[in-house]
């Protein structure tokens, strides 16, 4: 495990541990079923040979919110093992060159969290401050917050007990943590620590643009009251998203993160307006954010090249954003654009200058399923489904799945591709081998060329090392002129095409190509 630096040239994976790999047929994933699929990720021949894992929420829950509602912080789900399953897959993740970053979810806890349970039992228990709590207004909630899902209204829920309410961002089940208060901010760093000393190498950490709110609990503005997520506005203000103090705490988990050595902290910052979304990473804070616009794009070459452009050019020069094209929040690549534009996407989020993040699945083509009845609270069920590993789904269980698989379990599975040179498995081997190989990709800088309309053309330069980018967004070939000379194809999302010269006057693209040219 090498230098400071290692995580500025990561391939990120995400697992979904309850959907990955389940070990003792009771249909759920579990830690010890990802142990037992860690050749895939790397440390064997023809692994991905990505350089990080990062495990969403594997911690005690009621599952109100699928793992995000935590019950309790320093404990494993009884559903996905130990923290003796924990420890070794740690240590099974390490001997394979790898790092291991786990969800860091600071902003509520679960409702019935003991901190929580005690901080309801009375308005005078010590923990009381423990979480926001506020007399109602005019007989309703104290302001008019509302909760990031739809179904769940109001941000505020009334406790007839003690006739106050308490503030929750998302489910009712999931009260607000109070991170203005020391002792709050004390057993939260007993949280870090916890963790890091088990062998973690950093944290994603959850919703890291809403640690905090308005102290006064002030309305939001008529324009963006109406809003449940981040929404830029030239002059307005949400007041219960995005405030200074968010920073303050980031820097204080990164001095402890550095104290233990080279780590990374990843941040999920839904912010739609990227003067603000800069301010989160880079600099002595999260070392990195995913770029949230990016996968929000249409499949647009304009669009994907203003998206990248813009975040370039007002983010500091050295730092470094995160670029996914799916997570369990977000829906499949393949049904957003379809399957021959996620090859082109993939080759794109590789050459980008950035960390890329693979969601689990990606690199087999999984689509979204649409389970008979829906489980989650944000319609989020279909891009969580369990993992392809063969065609039939007993690679996943020897029971019945908690999801059932989607329809493209016969040919999006890793056993299928796995030999299949044209199969998008080994687009994505190919994609990082050459990534972890080329000085210009992993150290490079990016300059945006111009290029005809539907295509979107970047170069990647490192020293003398130099390549052409040039993706195709339309269903029909099209000629891009790249300048004099000649230079090597590289790589192509089209399995058939060979290496060999290409004349920069006229670089052929095939329909929905992308393509890395080595410049001589």
């Excluded at 320093?74 to 740690?90: C, H, M, N, Q, S």
């Amino acid at each position: 495990m090498d230098t400071e630096d290692w995580w500025r040239t990561a391939v990120i994976y995400q697992i979904y541990p309850r959907s990955f790999a389940d070990s003792d047929g009771d249909g759920v994933g579990d830690l010890r079923g990802i142990i037992e699929h860690l050749d895939h990720l790397n440390g064997a021949p023809g692994s991905l040979g990505v350089d990080a894992l990062w495990l969403s929420p594997f911690y005690p829950s009621p599952q109100a919110d699928f793992g995000y509602d935590i019950s309790d912080y320093t404990a494993v789900d009884p559903a996905y093992g130990t923290l003796a399953d924990f420890a070794e897959l740690a240590d099974e993740v390490h001997r394979r060159g790898m790092r291991l970053l786990v969800d860091l979810v600071m902003n509520h806890t679960s409702d019935r969290h003991p901190w929580f349970v005690e901080s309801r039992s009375s308005r005078s228990n010590p923990r009381r401050d423990w979480y926001i709590w506020a007399d109602g207004r005019d007989g309703g909630p104290p302001n008019n917050w509302l909760s990031s899902f739809e179904r769940c209204g109001p941000a505020w829920t009334l406790d007839p007990a003690t006739g106050q309410y308490y503030l929750h961002s998302f489910t009712p089940q999931q009260p607000d943590l109070n991170l203005r208060n020391p002792q709050v901010r004390a057993a939260i760093r007993d949280v870090w620590r916890f963790w890091l000393d088990l062998g973690v190498d950093g944290f994603r950490i959850d919703v890291a643009h809403r640690l905090f709110k308005d102290a006064a609990l002030r309305d939001n503005p008529e324009p963006l009251a109406a809003f449940r997520r981040h929404h830029s506005h030239p002059e307005l203000r949400q007041f219960n998203i995005d405030l200074p103090e968010c920073h303050d705490l980031l820097r204080e988990l990164r001095a402890v993160l550095d104290g233990y050595g080279p780590g990374l902290l990843l941040g999920e910052v839904p912010i739609s307006d990227d003067t603000r979304l800069v301010r989160y990473f880079g600099a002595d804070g999260m070392h990195t954010a995913f770029h949230v616009a990016f996968w929000e794009q249409p499949w647009d070459s304009a669009r994907f090249r203003r998206t990248v452009d813009g975040l370039c050019a007002l983010a500091a020069p050295d730092a470094l954003p995160t670029y996914a094209l799916a997570t369990h929040d977000i829906s499949r690549t393949v049904s957003r654009y379809g399957l021959r534009q996620a090859r082109a996407a993939a080759l794109m989020q590789f050459t980008l200058r950035g960390l890329p993040c693979v969601y689990y699945g990606e690199e087999i083509g999984m689509a979204d399923s649409r389970p008979p009845q829906a489980l989650d609270v944000d319609d989020r069920d279909g891009q969580r489904v369990p993992m392809n590993w063969e065609p039939t789904g007993s690679g996943f269980t020897a029971g019945s799945p908690w999801l059932p698989f989607g329809p493209d379990i016969e040919t999006a599975n890793v056993r299928v591709q796995d030999d299949d040179p044209a199969s998008m498995l080994n687009l994505y081997r190919r994609l990082i081998r050459y990534r972890r190989d080329s000085k210009a990709l992993r150290f490079g800088d990016y300059e945006s060329l111009p290029s005809p309309k539907d295509t979107y053309v970047y170069r990647r330069r490192a020293g003398g090392d130099e390549l052409l980018v040039a993706l195709n967004f339309a269903d029909r070939p099209i000629v891009v002129g790249l300048g004099e000379g000649t230079a090597r194809l590289e790589l192509s999302t089209d399995a058939g095409r060979e290496p060999g010269t290409v004349r920069l006057a006229a670089v052929s693209l095939g329909a929905l190509e992308g393509v890395v040219l080595g410049v001589r």
